[in-house]
């Protein structure tokens, strides 16, 4: 029996709360990378590294909420701390203790940060990030690294084709392309270029500190620390984009384990344990134009200040969830548990490649995993998997191999998303052990389908 077929015969709750989603949300989900072909599958309960569907299976999870959970499903000391929150209240639309706490909390971890301001999301933070530094230097433009991704607002939406024309992007104004400028990462000559030459209009330059995609394509350190030194050059404000990497990569993110201190850092997922949150952090001067210096009467009025309402702003029970999960990463001890685990599943997918011949490749750091099916159609070999390989990365890609993969492995009792999947404190050997039988059970499947 085929992978499709038996994907769906044994999920058959899942398939009937998607034909009802189908009548409700475009595609059926509420998130891009929720799609899946034929059908999502649809989880009721998760606790530690697994989680069940709707149908009893349970399932090593690699979702990990998006990357957000890296205590783990349902970790006692959050799930405690939110309950002692919402007895108290859920949302006071005032100040609190907790919010205080939190903000704290980020300001002690992050290098950069010397202020802090919350939001709702990681797009959100993105936003505020962008709009700060326009009004800190007068300028407009924002310089981006190419699949480099940083939410869905329009400033970081849409990328000039191959020629470097700006192509037709649906619902992005024209003039917001024109105000960006995308180069290649990795090519530092052309960086330095832009910088010179441009420099004078561009208010940001915005990037993932580990690559694009979450590092899916690796980016150079050399290129970043050049990032560094070129932007304060030329007075181009540095934004690394830390919603993922931020405390997972180390407690103080990507910035502390590389030493390189952006000007601000945009973070989200971790930074709220698992609930909805996000924030903005940086250099004080740059994150005070938020601040209302004259009456409350003009809280509201934009002119001389960066206006920044938001309804869930520091939520209670965000701020909760935030404190318990960063008061239990500070020490790092979470992070080198993850990170080994990390070690230990890509040298075992490696090792099951090398038993089947597999035509796919595993790599990553920390405690992200990241795979493609069918490298070498574009001539793709994991000896080649250097930094400057990044445009051949996104050749590899293959929608059909990579979700059929994911079914194989849910098959098998393991989910771990297309493209990358992120490792938490809590996943044990035992865990890496099922994984690894399960990918070599699951490539198995793929060769006999001609897809590895």
Known sequence: MSILKRYVELHPGSRRLASRAAEVFPNGVTHDIRHNTPFPLYVRQASGSHKTDVDGNELVDYVMGHGALLLGHNEPHIMEAVEAQLSLGTHFG?????????????????????????????????????????????????LRLREHFHGWNDSVMGQPDAEGTLPASPGLPHGTLEASIVVAQNDAETLERTLREDGGDIAAMILEPTGAHWGTEPIDLGFVRAARELTARHGVVLIFDEVITGFRVSPGGAQQAYGITPDMTTMAKIVAGGLPGGCVAGRAEIIEQIAIRDSVSRAYTPGGRISHPGTFNANPLSAAAGIATLERIGDGEAQRRANRMGELLRDGMRDAIARLGADVLVYGEASVINYFVGPSRVGLRAADLTPQTDPRMLQAYDGKRQQRLRLAMILHGVDIPPFHGWISSVHTEEDVGATVQAFEEALRMLQAEGLA
């Open 94 to 142: 005032a100040s609190h203790e907790a919010e205080i706490r939190w903000g704290e909390l980020v300001l002690r971890l992050v290098p950069s940060a010397e202020r802090v301001r919350f939001t709702s999301s990681g797009t959100e933070a993105t936003m505020m990030a962008l709009r700060l530094a326009r009004a800190y230097t007068g300028r407009e433009k924002v």
